[in-house]
Structure formats: C-alpha cells, structure tokens
C-alpha cells in the first residue's frame, strides 16, 4: 500500500527521455544528499565566491545558466456566435487557455499554495527546507518518495527543463528558479504556474481544467472545485476525479486539510465539506449546436489561417451563426422529417447584404455522419435552377411578358442538345416533357416561371444557349462545376444547397454578389483583430435584371408551384424537383434573408415517396413547409419590408419568344420522357 507521503508527492512525468535514479536503497539516498549538496552551492555561489574552487565552479555554472525565452506553448481557440455565445473550443493534444491572476479565485490560489508549497509567498526560487525534509523522508524509506520542489521550480520544470531524472536537469532547474524569482514577482510566477501546470484530460492550466471537469469558468470555482484541481496536480492520472472519483476525494480531503492547517479555511468547514463526494460535470455532453455549420468554419478557418494556428494560436472566431436561427431551422426540419426512415434536410439561410451563414442544417446528427449535406452534397437541383436561366434571358433582352408555347412535351434535335439514349447510351435528340405530362398551353414568361414549364424554359435555354446559363451561375456565386449542357435549365447539374443560397442571394441583393461566409470577425489571444468580414460585394447584376427576376419569383409563391411557402409578406422563390423525385428543393428570399432548403436521402439518388403522408415529395411540398416554418419564425422580429418595384415590361419582346415568331430550329413534337420538375 502507499503511504500518504507517496500520494501526496509523486510525480508524473512531462516529457519524455527521463533517466532512472541509481538502483539500490544506498545508492538512491547517496543521490538525494548530492543533489541537495548541489542545491547548496548553486544557491549560496552569487553570494560566497570566497568558500574555494567548488564554490567558483558553481558560480560559473550559475553564471552560465541562462533563463531561455518562454517557448510559444499551444493555446486553445474559441469560437462565437454572432452574439457572444461560446459555441465550442478548438484544440489539439494540449488544451490551454491562459488567463489573468485576477481571474483566478483567492479560494484557488489557497488550495493550490496549501497542497504544493505552503510557503511560497516567504521562500526563493528553492526551498531549503523542503530539500532537507525530503532528503530525510527518502533516507529513511531507502528510496525517493518525496520531492523538494518549489512552485517555482515545478514551473520551470514545465515549461524549460521537463522531467528527466539527471542530477544536470534539477541543477539547471534550481538555478533557472532562482533567476526567475528576481525576474517576476510571486504574483507573477503563480500565474503563469496556474496557466501552465498540467491537470489531466489533455488540459493545461486552471481555465482549461474547469472547464472540463466542472464546465465553468476558473472565476467561477467553488471551494470544493478549487481543492479537487489542486489535488490533481500532485498525480493527474492517479488524482483524476472522472476515473479515480475515490482517490481524488482523498487527495482533495488533504488539501482542505492544509488549507484549515493553514488558517485558509476553518476546520469544521473542512470536516464538514470532506464528506461530500467528488462532482464533476464531465460526460459527452449535449449536442453541439450547429455542428454542420461549425464543420463549415473550422475547414474555412484551416484554409486561411493553417491548421497549426487554428488548433493552437488562440484565436477567438466571432462567427456569423445566430443561434436563434439555428434552432428555428433545426426544429422545422425534424417537425416535417421526424420519423424514423424519412429523407434528410439540408438548410442553408444567409444575409443577402454580407454572405454571412446565419442557420445552416447538413444532416441529422454530425457525431454520426460526417457529411455535411449543405456544402458537400451535389446534388440535382431541378426546376429551382431555372432562376439562373431566367436572369441570363432577361439579361439578352427577353422580356417576362414575352409569349411561349409549352405544348406537353418537346423533342428537340439541335445537336447542341443531344443525350444518351437511357437504354442505348447512344446520343440522340433531348426529350422534354412537363410536371405530370400537363400541357402548359400558351404564356407569358413570367407564368412559365410560376408554373415552372419545362418545355419553355428548355426553349428559352436553347435560344440564349446553355454556355450563357453556366456562365450566369458561375456569376452569381455557384462554385460547383456546371456543364454547358441544354438540359442545365431544368437542374440536371449538381450542386450544393451553399451554391444554391449563395446564388439566390445575389438576387436578393439587386445584383450583388457576396461570397458566403461563416466568420465575422478574428481576433488573437492579445484581442488584437486579425480579419473581419469584408461587408463590401461585387455587382454581377444590373438592378434591374436582378429585380425583373425577383418580380417573376414572386409569382412562384403567390400562384404557382411554392403556394405552400407563403408566409404572408412579400416574397420571392422558386421550386424544384429532380427525376424521380430524387432530390426536392424550395429557395426563396425576402430582401433581408435568403434561404435555400433541400430534401433527399444522403445514400444517394433513391425516390421519395410516401413521406409524411406525401406520396411524391416534390419541391412545393415538405421543402416549400420546412422554408415557410424557418421563414416565419426567422423573421418575427424583422419588419416587413417590400422588394424594388420592377416593370415586366422592359426588354425587347424577344422574337424567338414571341408567338408566331421564328421556330427554334430543332424544336418539334414529340412522346414525353418523365422529367418531374415542378
């Protein structure tokens, strides 16, 4: 069994490489009065230069010993939402968050002074008598069971020398101690001892530490939670409150006990705490809010700054999530795909005048899957991707109250358009068709886009060309790579929800793209600002194009295929839906939030039918419901404000639109081919 003296002052060591003592009960207390001998003339050399030749050899060495610059230790990075909340901790081995002595409790200080060196605030860099005690503890147990070392050496020992075993390391630990406490003051050395010394867990430092076992802030430890750090320091595996509560109730016992001895605390309040059991907070907590979104930051703060610098350089990431927002997008997709076996949501809301990401949903639970469905699934937009065809028409002169035919279904042979037979994979003319084969009749384009008419919009693609559509998205913030294809109008491009929101956000803007982000501002461990967001975006679009289109968009709402998304103010959006029911999309905006949501199973393209009593899933359905909930909520304490008045009258009535203008060339009747994009 081990004797208290084991518990109270064993070690463990810091770094590796350490060196054994000498073997053999003599030989380890023939080790212990040496190195106290040369604790001896390290310490008295500065003063008695005349005691002889050994006396000058220890001055020498005194004198040689240089204090080294404190080695840039890792420091834990914090990130924020948009409103100061503490969202999560970033780090990597070593979890360290230095803070101010003022920060730390005096009931801290006390038990850490009480368990470790009980005359620290009286001695030097070294205590003598603690050296002399335990030379005679280890003389009489026939080996080393007690150490001499001050705070101040341990700090040392921490952060300059590390723990080997040689007679030259704790020589240069006892002098670099001694200069050390000329250097700083008490006060000054307890601090950075208080930051630095290792707790267990990875944690380094009395900030780090409570947050982990107690999950509070060091200012705001208990006595008890104060003594049970305290006694962890003495042997961190051994005193660990989460594995070991019983061994360290014990060793926190002890601390109360000093710190009674010590005239800390009272006695009977030490008697009357000690019977309380070792608490702590630790477990695997609740779920992180926003784990996708944070995902999102921590791979963005990678690219910018490094992953050294992100996990280790302190920096403290006001992001742009609000948490408000997140919940209200968190709890709209599990109303409407709360059971077991249903697709999943992706979510993505942005301020249209900045890019920052307020909300963001990719996928049910990031401990599980690791997937971010919001910036990594490419996935079929469907009809929803018609908005960018519609602004590179408007832009060629097309005007909304231009007229269009949308016989049922279209086969259009131009080469330009050409597809792989689904059976014979030889290329062949594009077959369109409309929503559930429903012919369409004769309209303006506008109506075309409320009622999302595939085959006009595949004619409007086909007279501008398909490189123009790409080019366009490319334009309005999409990333993911677009083939200039014919088909590229009715959404058969994959494409992120990310690209999608950013893109419809520069239509909320009037033409102004802005980037999304997910920062809003960084600082360093100093407070001093490192990056910010840039609130300043780029024109891609003439205002009144932009504004032409939101007017059409409106009508997706008001009349057409997004009737389900009203939330009873203006507001702009578009439906989608892929082959088969795949993938199904709702993307709307008013001007102060443009979101974009997506529903799909993450396996890949499976259909979705009979899905919370829908039998085809489609975009006006369970994503038009999941964007009107967030909406609504998102938007309760915003006031109503109405989009730019637009004339659907400007531009040229384009020929190629016009009834009874020029025929496409290539555009013909022909048997539909199900292409479900409403």
Not at 252 to 274: E, P, Q
Not at 353 to 368: D, F, P, S, Y
Request: with cysteine; net charge positive.
């Amino acid at each position: 069994m081990k004797t208290m003296a084991s518990r109270i002052y064993a070690r463990e060591p810091f770094v590796r490489g350490r060196r054994r003592p000498p073997a053999g009960p003599l030989a380890r207390a023939l080790f212990a009065l040496g190195l106290a001998s040369l604790f001896l003339a390290a310490s008295l050399a500065p003063t008695f230069l005349a005691l002889g030749r050994g006396a000058r050899v220890a001055n020498e060495v005194f004198n040689r010993t240089r204090v080294p610059p404190a080695p840039k230790l890792p420091r834990t990075s914090f990130l924020y939402d948009r409103h100061g909340h503490l969202l999560m901790a970033l780090h990597g081995a070593e979890d360290r968050t230095p803070i101010p002595l003022r920060q730390m409790p005096r009931i801290l200080r006390d038990a850490v002074i009480a368990a470790e060196d009980a005359n620290y605030y009286t001695e030097g860099g070294i205590s003598w008598r603690a050296i002399l005690r335990a030379l005679l503890v280890n003389l009489r147990a026939h080996r080393v069971v007690q150490g001499g070392s001050t705070i101040t050496q341990q700090y040392v020992k921490d952060v300059y020398t590390g723990n080997q075993r040689t007679v030259a390391r704790k020589v240069r630990e006892a002098i670099i101690a001694l200069k050390l406490s000329r250097i700083y003051t008490k006060d000054q050395i307890l601090q950075k001892y208080l930051n630095e010394v290792y707790l267990g867990h990875g944690t380094y430092g009395v900030e780090a530490a409570a947050r982990k076992y107690f999950g509070v802030d060091a200012r705001d430890l208990t006595l008890l939670q104060s003594a049970t750090l305290a006694g962890i320091i003495a042997a961190p595996s051994q005193f660990d409150p989460i594995s070991n509560p019983g061994d360290a109730k014990g060793r926190r016992n002890y601390v109360l006990r000093r710190m009674a001895h010590l005239g800390f605390i009272t006695k009977d309040r030490a008697r009357g705490l000690s019977a309380r059991p070792v608490k702590t907070s630790f477990e695997q907590g609740p779920p992180i809010p926003a784990q996708y979104f944070l995902s999102y930051v921590r791979k963005a703060l990678e690219q910018r700054y490094g992953t050294k610098r992100t996990f280790e350089g302190g920096l403290r990431v006001t992001t742009s999530l609000d948490l408000r927002l997140q919940r209200a997008a968190r709890v709209a997709t599990d109303t409407h795909l709360g059971t077991k076996g249903d697709p999943s949501a992706a979510l993505v809301a942005i301020d249209p005048h900045t890019g920052e990401v307020l909300a963001m949903v990719g996928g049910r639970n990031q401990r599980k899957v690791k997937f971010n469905l919001a910036t990594q699934a490419h996935r079929q937009a469907g009809s929803a991707f018609k908005a960018f065809t519609l602004a590179a028409a408007i832009e060629r002169g097309i005007s909304l109250q231009s007229r269009w035919n949308g016989p049922p279904s279209l086969t259009i042979s131009d080469p330009r358009c050409f597809t792989p037979d689904p059976v014979t994979k030889i290329p062949g003319p594009w077959n369109v068709s409309n929503y559930a084969d429903e012919s369409a009749g004769t309209m303006s384009l506008a109506d075309a886009t409320a009622n999302s008419v595939n085959t006009i919009f595949s004619q409007v693609a086909l007279s501008i060309g398909p490189d123009t559509v790409a080019q366009m998205a490319h334009r309005m913030g999409v990333r993911s790579k677009l083939d200039p294809v014919c088909s590229i109008t009715l959404g058969t491009q994959p494409i992120t929800p990310l690209d999608m929101a950013t893109g419809y956000s520069t239509l909320a803007a009037g033409g102004v793209r802005h980037m999304p982000t997910g920062v809003v501002l960084v600082k360093n461990f100093s407070n001093k600002v490192v990056d910010r967001t840039d609130p300043h975006g780029k024109r891609v679009l003439d205002p009144n194009v932009a504004d032409l289109v939101t007017y059409a968009l409106q009508g997706v709402i008001q009349h057409g295929t997004g009737t389900a998304a009203n939330i009873g103010r203006p507001a702009a959006g578009k439906t989608g839906t892929a082959q088969d029911f795949h993938d199904a999309w709702f993307c709307g905006y008013v001007p102060q939030l443009i979101t974009c949501v997506w529903v799909g199973y993450p396996q890949g393209e499976i259909g979705m039918y009979n899905v919370e009593g829908f039998p085809d899933v489609f975009g006006g359905s369970i994503p038009a419901l999941i964007w009107h909930d967030f909406m609504a909520k998102a938007l309760a304490r915003k006031p109503v404000e109405s989009f730019p008045t637009a004339d659907p009258s400007v531009g040229d009535t384009h020929p190629l639109g016009s009834i009874g203008g020029p025929r496409l060339p290539g555009v013909g009747r022909g048997a539909p081919v199900p292409t479900p994009t409403p």
